[in-house]
C-alpha cells in the first residue's frame, strides 16, 4: 500500500504529562498525551496496562482528553488556522499550531 503524505497542522494544547488522581483519591496515575506523533496516550494505571482496545485506552486519558486538550486538527476541521503576528494558532484556542504531516 502506497502513503501519500499531507500537510496540516495539529493543535497541542494539552500535549505532555499529566497527573491525575485515581477516583479513590489515593493514588496519581501520570497520562502522556501525544497529539503531534501517532496520537498514542498512555498511563501508568492498571487498567491501562490490561486494556485490550487497541489503541489502549483508560478512563484517565478519557478524562485529561476531554478537559486538557484541544483536539483540533487541520485535517478534520473546516475552521481554518488563524493567524497572529505571522504565526499559526488554533481557530478553538489560539494555541500556537504544530504543523505535521498526515498519511492519506
Ligand atoms: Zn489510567
Ligand atoms: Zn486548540
Given at each position: 500500500m502506497k502513503?501519500?503524505?499531507?500537510?496540516?497542522?495539529?493543535?497541542?494544547?494539552?500535549?505532555?504529562?499529566?497527573?491525575?488522581?485515581?477516583?479513590?483519591?489515593?493514588?496519581?496515575?501520570?497520562v502522556e498525551i501525544c497529539l503531534t506523533?501517532?496520537?498514542?496516550?498512555?498511563?501508568?494505571?492498571?487498567?491501562?496496562?490490561?486494556?485490550?482496545?487497541d489503541p489502549k485506552t483508560c478512563k484517565h486519558i478519557d478524562k485529561v482528553l476531554e478537559e486538557e486538550v484541544c483536539g483540533w486538527v487541520s485535517l478534520y476541521?473546516?475552521?481554518?488556522?488563524v493567524k497572529k503576528n505571522g504565526i499559526l494558532c488554533c481557530p478553538q484556542c489560539s494555541t500556537e499550531l504544530v504543523s505535521v504531516k498526515f498519511a492519506v
Open positions: 502513503l501519500t503524505w499531507a500537510d496540516g497542522w495539529v493543535c497541542p494544547k494539552g500535549e505532555g504529562t499529566h497527573k491525575v488522581t485515581s477516583s479513590d483519591g489515593k493514588r496519581q496515575y501520570l506523533e501517532f496520537d498514542i496516550h498512555t498511563c501508568t494505571c492498571p487498567a491501562y496496562m490490561f486494556s485490550k482496545t476541521s473546516s475552521r481554518q488556522p
